[in-house]
């Protein structure tokens, strides 16, 4: 099986003594967009992942056509903008990091948060891609430890190992062609 991690913001060399077969690197393979207003919701670049990241539904809506990723931090429950990426066979990006980077009463908020968002992505058919937004090899994952905490949010292992295999594989290819 190829797993992937389509989104690490270092340079990672290593990846294939982790278990993954590719990765996604900040600003070699992957342009991430913060959107704050429309303006911003720029033209696609070629030949890398595009990602949008926002916390108003409005503008990522806006955005979903021109970008691979969508990353809606917060994870609210709108049903509206998850029908739209299963619509435009977009995916969620789903970044353990935000689990892993804090603790206590927060990283139980924000699992809940996540195992809700997933349970509306799944009932829409929306596909979604695990990732680790690791900023060095220490918050690096391996594939069995990153299908683990998607089957701690909720997900099977199927749809753990999907979201790892499957999903960003195709991402790649619509990407690469």
Do not use: W
């Amino acid at each position: 099986m190829r797993f992937f991690d389509l989104h690490v913001k270092f340079e990672f060399k290593d990846f294939q003594t982790f278990g993954f077969h590719n990765i996604g690197v900040n600003n070699s393979t992957i342009i991430e967009v913060v959107v704050n207003n429309s303006n911003q919701l720029s033209k696609k670049i070629a030949n890398k992942i595009n990602i949008v990241n926002s916390t108003s539904v409005e503008l990522l809506k806006k955005g979903i056509k021109k970008f691979d990723l969508v990353y809606f931090p917060g994870f609210y429950l709108d049903s509206t903008l998850i029908r739209a990426v299963a619509e435009n066979k977009k995916a969620f990006e789903i970044p353990i990091s935000d689990i892993l980077n804090v603790s206590g009463i927060k990283r139980a908020y924000i699992m809940g948060r996540i195992r809700q968002f997933l349970r509306l992505c799944n009932r829409s058919h929306a596909s979604y891609v695990l990732t680790s937004r690791a900023k060095d090899t220490l918050e690096v994952k391996a594939p069995s430890e990153m299908i683990a905490i998607g089957e701690i949010l909720g997900l099977t292992k199927d749809q753990a190992i999907r979201a790892i295999t499957e999903t960003p594989e195709s991402i790649l290819r619509k990407v690469l062609r």
